[in-house]
T-cell receptor
Framework: AQSVTQPDIHITVSEGASLELRCNYS??????LFWYVQSPGQGLQLLLK??????LVQGIKGFEAEFKRSQSSFNLRKPSVHWSDAAEYFC???????????????FGKGTTLSVSS | NAGVTQTPKFRVLKTGQSMTLLCAQD?????MYWYRQDPGMGLRLIHY???????AKGEVPDGYNVSRLKKQNFLLGLESAAPSQTSVYFC????????????FGPGTRLTVL
């Protein structure tokens, strides 16, 4: 079955330091991968997505992610974290719904990012 | 352009009560989804719709019903609420079903006592 694993439940990073959030997936075909961010009390916002092509994907808010097929990973990175980046981050893989009538997202359990001053 | 809106934002129910959550989108999207979010579980798909008048079951459909009478609205119903349905419910919509970006509403926090 398709699945997404985010090994880190909670990460604390100093403001200005670099960030890497890990994501591993299990999917039988070419994966379609997403990173979403959820600020407290808010809905989810798409940071970036990978469908094909260049394995280094740029997103909003200065985030990037790298798809590594050999490691089944899609880690999210940011070179310098700001206090406003404190949020919960979800990695997801797109999976075909029944009869390929569409796709749903299979989410990881999320990583909570805290930013210290 | 409000995007995806959800009504209500908060609700407390007693076991056995019923209620309907409303999701509305103004982006003319064909696909709509209901997810639930539980601590440490990520989001899980409850039901989805690929167009007006259609609905289908997702990963965790038991105890819920849905309807999509109008393209812009997707209703999630709880006929007889149970404490296990205490959760945060998110609605999402997308233009197409083929790995298109899903736009999420702000969520409804439901507590069942």
């Amino acid at each position: 079955a398709q699945s997404v694993t985010q090994p880190d439940i909670h990460i604390t990073v100093s403001e200005g330091a670099s960030l890497e959030l890990r994501c591993n997936y299990s999917y039988g075909a070419t994966p379609y991968l997403f990173w979403y961010v959820q600020s407290p009390g808010q809905g989810l916002q798409l940071l970036l997505k990978y469908f094909s092509g260049d394995t280094l994907v740029q997103g909003i808010k200065g985030f990037e992610a790298e798809f590594k097929r050999s490691q089944s990973s899609f880690n999210l990175r940011k070179p310098s974290v700001h206090w406003s980046d404190a949020a919960e981050y979800f990695c997801a893989v797109g999976d075909f719904l029944l009869n390929q009538a569409g796709t749903a997202l299979i989410f990881g359990k999320g990583t909570t990012l805290s930013v210290s001053s | 352009n409000a995007g995806v809106t959800q009504t209500p934002k908060f609700r407390v129910l007693k076991t056995g009560q019923s209620m309907t959550l409303l999701c509305a989108q103004d982006m003319n999207h064909e696909y709509m989804y209901w997810y639930r979010q539980d601590p440490g579980m990520g989001l899980r798909l409850i039901h989805y719709s690929v167009g007006e008048g259609t609905t289908a079951k997702g990963e965790v459909p038991d105890g819920y019903n849905v309807s999509r009478l109008k393209k812009q609205n997707f209703l999630l119903g709880l006929e007889s609420a149970a404490p296990s349905q205490t959760s945060v419910y998110f609605c999402a919509s997308s233009y197409s079903g083929t790995f298109a970006e899903q736009f999420f509403g702000p969520g409804t926090r439901l507590t069942v006592l």
